[in-house]
């Protein structure tokens, strides 16, 4: 689950990467600003963003994870189904 | 002021919802007043609203004054602004439902169960508003989570099912996110008028059809479409009772409407691409979740999982009538939309009454109600006639125009799936009241159970909605009609 959310964001890395660009700050108020030089911002954020989307989800399914166990005693699902019956 | 409508409703929760872990810290049982009142501010600030839409146009709000197609954009609109009173009015009946259901089952859980109910209904504010497919997969994912927790609150045997909806929605968010960063990649863009404008030209790339599908995949999770709907009714039927109602009646109904806003504010619902016609694939799957869901529910012994598969099998006959294409079948979908939660509200506030007054979980229990409370059996009558659609309630006239607008455009599959679910629906009724009235199954020990003055009210509130829904249902369609139609339909 947490490795799919991980591969996505790789993905929106991946699609955003630009070689010789750098941060989006403008180097000099005086030039006219070139799009090539800089990289895109806006991947960066949705990045950022999806980080901790995930967290957050990893977070409230590992205290699932941490409640199941004290009350099955198990984590195999096998068990708890049986348990469950 | 009027302007900053949208972000004043989406703020009232959410601030409510910060607040509340500090301010009842101490004293638990102000947790209830606060969160009924804010929902009462909501409630009116949200009619606001839908009167300032109906008379002054849709409200453009753009985040912290960047323009477009730079900055995050909210559009309160016809549609956003009629849900938006829905899932206020349903969010306070839940609320004030808990007020008895609630101590008993969360004991000193209950302030977590109120933030999280605030946050949840922050949350599906800001995907009845947003405009920006990042925007949307934020809040779906804030929507969710809060699910995920408020399932898993009390504990028991709905923590299993609560972590099943995490792996399988989280699965379905980070299906919808690769869809949005293809569609990214591919326009540039993620506003979503701004993405109308370029889709056209964009028709031949692969990448667009692959993000699509991605979307579409990942919100049908969202809302237990029919293939994808394996974690719902156990998450409903174990969650907690003061829960349940919610989220029922509205957690897959606004990812519902996400998926409006992508298939006819995003795409030109009637292109076709790549030879698949969107609206007849929509329709296809639509008739096999109404069908599929309303069999499952008769095969069900437990009375939540029944009205749980009644409204995946309701979420089936939405979709057929969005997906014929005209305005009919449209405002039919968005009528039987706003009536369906409300019904769904109903039937698990009556499940919830049910369990707690009675201690009654399966069908064939239900008999023993029935000389004891058979008000509860009135409340039951009112909202079985909704869910079959029968005339004075909304239901059947939501059916009624879903077929008209079937009829329209030739779609006699979708008119047939229709009719197959609404009788299959009478049938698990039918099954029900079997039961209600089945003499001498089991000894009547006929004992005096309180019922508490807020169940009764919000019994009485949502089963008058269903009639009112019904004989309202001329101006309400009109109303759909002249403002929350997509932009080419």
Known sequence: ?85 | MSHQLPAIIFLLPLFAAISMPVVCLKNRHWSHPISVGTLVVMVLVSIINLYNVIHHGEIRYVFSGWSVPLGIEWVADGLASVILVLLSALALLGVVFSRTTSPKALGGRIVHYYTLVLLLISALTGIAFARDLFNLFVFLEVAAISSYALIGVAGGRALFAAFRYLVLGTLGASLYLLGVSYLYAVSGTLNMSDLAERLPLLLHSKALVGGLLFMFIGLGIKMALVPFHAWMPEAYTYAPDSVSPILASLVTKVALLAWIRIMYWVLNATIIINEIPILVMVAVLGALAAVIGATLALAQREIKMMFAYGGISHIGIILIGISQGNQTGFAGGVFYLLNDAVMQAALFFLAGVAYCQFGVRTVDDLGRIGKQAPWLIGFLVVVALGMIGLPPTGGFFGKWYIILGALEAGNYVSVAAVVVSTLLTLAYFVRLFEAIFRRGTTPMEVQVVEIPVSSKLTLGITSAAIIILGLFSAPIIQLLLDQAMPPRL
């Open chain 1, 1 to 85: 689950m947490y490795l799919m959310q991980t591969s996505v964001i790789f993905f929106l890395v991946s699609i955003s990467a630009k070689k010789g660009a750098t941060i989006p700050v403008l180097l000099s108020t005086t030039e006219p600003v070139k799009a090539v030089n800089y990289a895109n911002p806006l991947p960066h954020v949705l990045t950022l963003t999806a980080i901790v989307v995930g967290v957050a989800t990893l977070g409230v399914g590992l205290a699932l994870c941490a409640a199941i166990y004290r009350k099955y005693g198990s984590l195999d699902e096998q068990d708890i189904l049986e348990k469950l019956k």
